[in-house]
């Protein structure tokens, strides 16, 4: 694929609000995990959550839009200048030329459940100001972001489980390449709610301890909750050195399980096998792997057999994951933010939560974050039902 640049990135997490808070907290191999005191949730797991989503007020003229989520996506828009960067870019391209390209899984479903308390004692009917289209349908987060900066492009949502907000960068650059577009604000925003925090408790899936990505005694996730852009656009004839560039896209569907990873890591290893190709790179060319790693036993296992055999255990790697929580549908995009920190910043992120190596999984796990040169980065985001996506990122010398 011919590169785009990431003319702007921005992050928000329980980590903090920005890109110094996050670098700053990867360099202390700080984790922002706390026990779950969320809404009215009663559950022994620990979780990611954001403070001051609640005190996020949208402007009259977005109100219509006004649920956790889309609170959560404005704090995000206007961090690091990001929203400053999109409106240069709105000015040089006009406003039908820039695409939005959003990846969640759950959108704006807290109000959905806060409205189901509210509902008719007696026909069960929703109370009549539950607005569903601008809050919790999908499109909702897309469709907010459009209004947000009063763009008329294209703009889509994908919701693929946890490689949602990775698959919008692959569909993005697509629409570069054809012409469609000149620049795009892709990422994602997935926020708490009461169906994924007791959803994935049903499914044995949660940890009661904050999550311990590849560790021996690794027994399931901590949820957490993010909003992560960027804007791509085209490179220019000439690339200016520190410029994160995306390189490569690669996506699969093992559809193995509709909750499990192929046990061989099967679906893994063609999604990164297809970014490699897109990118023109050779497996030794990647100098760092951000793991989809979930902490859940078998997710570790079939990814770190996938990364094994094609990387021959030779490339550091480490889960960020014990550092934000799983954030689901914005996973992708949130660390893809954090490899292009490591990109400009010369860090190999550490792994948080991590203290005892599974000896099964032959990988070179980063446990404590610590300095290193990179050119080229590889990222992994693996969804429900096998839908697999890998980003590879560089950095022009």
């Known amino acids: 694929m011919s590169p785009c640049q990431l003319t702007a990135y921005t992050a928000t997490s329980c980590l903090g609000q920005g890109l110094a808070a996050h670098r700053d907290a990867l360099l202390a191999d700080h984790s922002g995990l706390a026990p779950c005191t969320f809404e009215t949730v009663r559950l022994d797991t620990w979780v990611g959550e954001v403070p001051g989503v609640d005190a996020v007020v949208l402007p009259p003229s977005l109100a219509a839009y006004d649920c956790r989520n889309n609170r959560l996506a404005a704090l995000g828009l206007e961090t690091d200048g990001f929203g400053d960067r999109v409106r240069e870019a709105i000015t040089r391209h006009g406003r039908d030329r820039v695409g939005v390209f959003m990846g969640t899984s759950t959108s704006g479903i807290l109000q959905t459940e806060l409205a189901y308390r509210r509902r008719d004692p007696v026909s069960g009917a929703l109370p009549p100001d539950f607005d569903y289209r601008h809050t919790h349908n999908s499109f909702s987060l897309a469709d907010y972001v459009r209004a947000h900066f009063g763009l008329e492009g294209m703009a889509l949502v994908i ?97 193995y399980h509709m ?139």
């Open 159 to 255: 919701s693929t489980a946890c490689s949602s907000s990775a698959k919008v960068f692959a569909a993005a650059a697509r629409q570069l390449a054809l012409g469609r577009i000149d620049a795009a604000v892709v990422g994602g925003v997935d926020s708490l709610c009461l169906t994924t925090l007791y959803g994935f408790a049903s499914l044995g899936l949660t940890s009661a301890r904050p999550c311990r990505p590849c560790d021996i005694e690794r027994d399931g996730i901590s949820i957490g909750e993010a909003a992560a852009f960027a804007l791509l656009e085209r490179t220019g004839d000439t690339r200016t050195a520190g410029t994160v560039l995306l390189e490569g896209v690669g996506e699969s569907s093992d559809a």
């Open 259 to 397: 909750s499990s990873p192929h046990p061989e890591g099967l679906g893994a290893r063609l999604a990164m096998e297809a970014a490699l190709r897109s990118a023109g790179l050779q497996a030794g060319d990647i100098g760092y792997i951000n793991l989809h790693g979930t902490a859940t036993p078998a997710n570790d296992a079939a990814e770190g057999r996938a990364v094994a055999d094609l990387f021959a255990g030779r490339v550091p790697c480490s889960s960020t994951k014990g550092a934000t929580g799983h954030t689901l549908g914005a996973a992708g995009g949130l660390e893809a933010v954090l490899c292009a920190m490591a990109l400009t910043e010369g860090l190999l992120p550490g792994s948080p939560g991590t203290e005892r190596l599974d000896p099964a999984l032959p990988v070179d796990v980063v446990r404590r974050t610590r300095p290193g040169a990179l050119r080229h980065v590889l990222s992994n985001s693996f969804g429900f039902g096998g839908s697999n996506c890998a980003l590879v990122l560089g950095v022009v010398a």
